[in-house]
C-alpha cells in the first residue's frame, strides 16, 4: 500500500476514432489519466466531423434552464430536491440524447423569454405613462385641445409658489395678461391650466420662466385623462394576459423537456473535458497521440478497452528516469481519510514513501488531547459518524474528527473532563475522578503537572517517530550514505542527550519528572555519542561543498541553528501547546457550566436559562475547540513531523472521470 504503482501507455488513434476512444476510457470505471502527447511539433488539431463548441452551448442550455425554473410553481421542498442529483437509467440518458432536438427547444425558450422581457418593459412604460396622467386628472377637458393655435396657447403645468400668497400670483399672471385657472396644490406646487393670446406671448412666456412654471409634457394624447387612462388600463390587461400565456407556454415546455435540457447540459459539460483534450492534443493530419497513465492491475483492462477501436493502437512505455509521474494513493480503509492530511500538504513524489499510515494515530491521539472533553468527544463521535455516512464529498473529513473524538473520550475521562465539570453540579463527581487516573488539570497541580509531561513525551515520542522513518526509508532505499552520516547522527545526539537530562536533577527543577528516572552515572557513558554525532553532522551534513573551511561552517550551523539543537528544542516545546489547548477548552467549560447553575436562583424560568446557557455555550465551546484541535493538529504534522523524513511536491492524479454534474445515471 502508499504509492499506487503506474504504467504508461501510448495511445495512438486515427482522428475519426479520437473523440470516442476518450470518451469510453472516459466512462469506464476504472481511473486514468489522460494528457496530449508533447514530444512531437504541436499542429492545430482538425476536428471538423465533431462539435466542438459544446461549451458556448451549454451557456444557452443552463440559460434555458435557469428561465424554465423561474417559472415554475415554487413549493415547500421543492429547493431542497433541486440540491440532489437526478437520477436516471444509462439507457434513458443514451435515449434522451438521441431522440430530442434540444437546439430548438432552446431557442424556443430563449425567444420566448426576450418576448417576456419586451412586454414587462411595454408594461413599465404604461404604468409610467398612467403615473404621470394621473397627476392631471382634476383636468376634465380634452388634451388635444392643450396646445398652440395661431390665436392663443393654451397650456397645463405646475408653479411653484413657495413663500408667497398663490392669490399674488393669479394676481401677477392678470397683470402680464395671463389667464390661470387653478386645478389642484400638492405642497407649494400648484396644478394650473393657463391660456394667454398669443399678441403677448413673448412677454407671457418670460413671465412664466420668472415664475418657475413647468409644463405637463402631456403631448401626443386625445380625449381626456380619463379616457386615456382606461385605454391604458387596457392596453396593460391585454399585455399582462399575453405574458401569462407566453410563462404558461415555459411551464408547458418546463414539464415536458425540463429532463431532456438537463441530460443534454450534463452530456455538454461532459464533453467539455474530452474537446479540450482534442484540441489540446498533438496530431499529425491523420493520427492523434495521447499518453495514459494507469494502475499496474488495470492496465489489461484499459488496453482492452482501446482495441476495441480498429484504428487505434497502444503500445506500454517505460517511464523516464526524471518524469513526473502521477501519484494515486493507496491505503487500508481505516487509513484512508488521513489521505486528505496528506494531500492539503502536498502528495508525495513517485519513490518516496506515503506518509498516511504514519498519521492516524498521533494525529487522534493530538486532537483528543486538544480537545480533552469526554463528553464533547462522545457527541461529536455521533455526529461526525453519521455526517460520514450521509455526506460522501467530505466523509474522509468527518472520519479523521471521529477517531479524534474517539481519542478526545478516553483523553477527557483521565483528565476528569466531562463538558467541563458538569458532574460536579449533578453529584456525580466522585464517579468521574474515579477514572481521572492523570488527575485534574484545573483541579490540581499534580493534574497539571502530569498534562504537561504527557503532551511533552507525545512531541519527544512523535519526532523521534519521524527521525527513524526517515532512518527505515534510507535503509529500505540503500542509500547507505544518509544513513550514517545523517539519519543516525540526529538519533545518536538526540537520544542520549534526552536520557542524560532525565537523569539530572535539573529534570527535576524543570518539573520534567519528580525524581530522575535513570542514574546519575550514565552520563559518563552517554555523552559520547552526541559528540560523535555533532562531529559528523559538522564534517559531513554540507559534503557536496569542495571547499572544507566553508563545508565545516555549514555543517557547524546545520548542528545548531538550521534544523539543528535550537529546531529540535522548538519543535519539543511546540506539543506544550497541546496541554494548553485542552485546558483551554477545559476551563471555558467550566466557566459556561458556573454561569449556567447560577440561573437556577431565577424562579420557575431558571431551570429554562439554565438548559439553554448549557446547550449553546458547549455548543460554541465544542465547535471553537474542533477548529483550534484541527488546526493546530496539522501544524504539529506540517512543521515538526513531515519535515524529518517527507518532502512532498508529487503531482496528483487527474483521473478521466465520466463525472455528471446535474443527473446520477444508474446502470
Known amino acids: 500500500m502508499g504509492v499506487a504503482k503506474l504504467s504508461k501507455l501510448f495511445i495512438i488513434s486515427h482522428k475519426s476514432d479520437t473523440k470516442f476512444v476518450l ?16 514530444e512531437t511539433e504541436k499542429i492545430d488539431l482538425k476536428v471538423d466531423d465533431f ?27 421543492k429547493a431542497a430536491s433541486r440540491a440532489g442529483k437526478m437520477l436516471i437509467k444509462r439507457s434513458e440518458y443514451e435515449k434522451i440524447l438521441r431522440s430530442e432536438k434540444f437546439e430548438d427547444i432552446v431557442d424556443t425558450v430563449l425567444k420566448i423569454e426576450n418576448e417576456i422581457k419586451n412586454i414587462k418593459d411595454k408594461i413599465a412604460d404604461l404604468e409610467a405613462r398612467a403615473a404621470r396622467l394621473k397627476m392631471w386628472s382634476p383636468y376634465k377637458g380634452r388634451l388635444e385641445d392643450i396646445k398652440e393655435t395661431a390665436t392663443y396657447t393654451i397650456k397645463l403645468g405646475t408653479i411653484k409658489y413657495e413663500g408667497q400668497d398663490f392669490e399674488e400670483v393669479l394676481k401677477n399672471l392678470d397683470e402680464n395678461k395671463i389667464s390661470c385657472e387653478k386645478l389642484s396644490e400638492n405642497g407649494n406646487f400648484a396644478y394650473v391650466i393657463l391660456a394667454y393670446h398669443n399678441q403677448f406671448k413673448k412677454e407671457a412666456e418670460e413671465y412664466l420662466d420668472s415664475l418657475s412654471f413647468e409644463e405637463s409634457g402631456l403631448t401626443g394624447y386625445e380625449g381626456t385623462i380619463n379616457e386615456n387612462l382606461n385605454r391604458i388600463k387596457e392596453e396593460i390587461e391585454f399585455y399582462r394576459e399575453k405574458k401569462k400565456a407566453l410563462e404558461s407556454e415555459l411551464k408547458k415546455i418546463s414539464s415536458v423537456y425540463e429532463k431532456s435540457l438537463t441530460v443534454y447540459s450534463d452530456y455538454l459539460e461532459n464533453n467539455q473535458e474530452i474537446e479540450k483534450a482534442l484540441e489540446s492534443g498533438y496530431s499529425t493530419d491523420a493520427v492523434s497521440f495521447h499518453i495514459g497513465w494507469v494502475k499496474n492491475q488495470d492496465k489489461k483492462k484499459v488496453i482492452s478497452i482501446i482495441e476495441e477501436f480498429k ?27 488521513f489521505e486528505l492530511v496528506v494531500e492539503l500538504y502536498g502528495v508525495p513524489r513517485y519513490f518516496e514513501v506515503d506518509p498516511t499510515p504514519f498519521i492516524p494515530l498521533f494525529f487522534s491521539l493530538f486532537f483528543g488531547l486538544c480537545l480533552t472533553d469526554a463528553g464533547y468527544g462522545i457527541v461529536l463521535a455521533v455526529i461526525s459518524l453519521v455526517l460520514a455516512c450521509r455526506i460522501k464529498n467530505a466523509k474522509k473529513l468527518f472520519m479523521i474528527i471521529f477517531w479524534g473524538s474517539i481519542f478526545s473520550i478516553f483523553a477527557g475521562a483521565i483528565f476528569n473532563g466531562w463538558f467541563g465539570d458538569l458532574p460536579s453540579y449533578l453529584g456525580m463527581g466522585d464517579l468521574s475522578k474515579k477514572f481521572a487516573i492523570m488527575g485534574d488539570p484545573l483541579g490540581s497541580n499534580e493534574g497539571t503537572m502530569n498534562f504537561f509531561r504527557l503532551a511533552l513525551v507525545m512531541g519527544v515520542i512523535h519526532v523521534f517517530y519521524g527521525l527513524f522513518i526517515k532512518l527505515f526509508t534510507s535503509i529500505k532505499n540503500k542509500d547507505w550514505e544518509s544513513v550514517f ?22 529534570a527535576v527543577d524543570m518539573n520534567l519528572v519528580t525524581s530522575p528516572i535513570f542514574p546519575p552515572g550514565i552520563s559518563r557513558f552517554l555523552i559520547w555519542p552526541p559528540v560523535i554525532g555533532a562531529l559528523m553532522i559538522i564534517l559531513f551534513r554540507a559534503r557536496e561543498e569542495k571547499n572544507w573551511g566553508f563545508r565545516l561552517f555549514l555543517g557547524f550551523l546545520n548542528l545548531t541553528i538550521v534544523s539543528g539543537i535550537t529546531s529540535f528544542l522548538g519543535d519539543f516545546l511546540s506539543y506544550i501547546r497541546l496541554m ?33 446557557m448549557l446547550l449553546f455555550g458547549h455548543l460554541f465551546n465544542m465547535v471553537i475547540g474542533i477548529l483550534s484541535s484541527f488546526v493546530h493538529t496539522l501544524r504539529l504534522h506540517y512543521v515538526e513531523f513531515f519535515p524529518k523524513f517527507y518532502v ?20
Open 51 to 77: 462539435e466542438t463548441d459544446s461549451a458556448e452551448k451549454n451557456v444557452k442550455v443552463k440559460k434555458a434552464l435557469e428561465i424554465l425554473e423561474s417559472v415554475k410553481d415554487k413549493k415547500p421542498g
Open 311 to 337: 484504428s487505434a493502437r497502444v503500445i506500454e512505455v517505460q517511464p523516464a528516469e526524471d518524469e513526473d509521474i502521477p501519484i494515486i494513493l493507496e491505503n487500508k480503509p481505516l487509513f484512508e481519510p
Open 580 to 612: 494548553a489547548l485542552g485546558l483551554v477548552t477545559a476551563g471555558i467549560g467550566v466557566v459556561i457550566n458556573k454561569i449556567a447553575f447560577q440561573f437556577l436562583s431565577i424562579p420557575v424560568v431558571g431551570i429554562v436559562l439554565l438548559i439553554i
Open 23 to 38: 470518451k469510453k476510457l472516459q466512462k469506464a470505471p476504472i481511473p486514468i489519466e489522460i494528457i496530449p502527447y508533447t
Open 485 to 506: 552520516l545523517d539519519d543516525l547522527s540526529w538519533i545518536m545526539i538526540l537520544a542520549p542527550l534526552i536520557i542524560i537530562l532525565l537523569s539530572s536533577q535539573m
Open 648 to 667: 512532498g511536491g508529487g503531482r496528483p492524479f487527474r483521473s478521466l472521470k465520466d463525472e455528471h454534474k446535474y443527473v446520477t445515471i444508474i446502470e
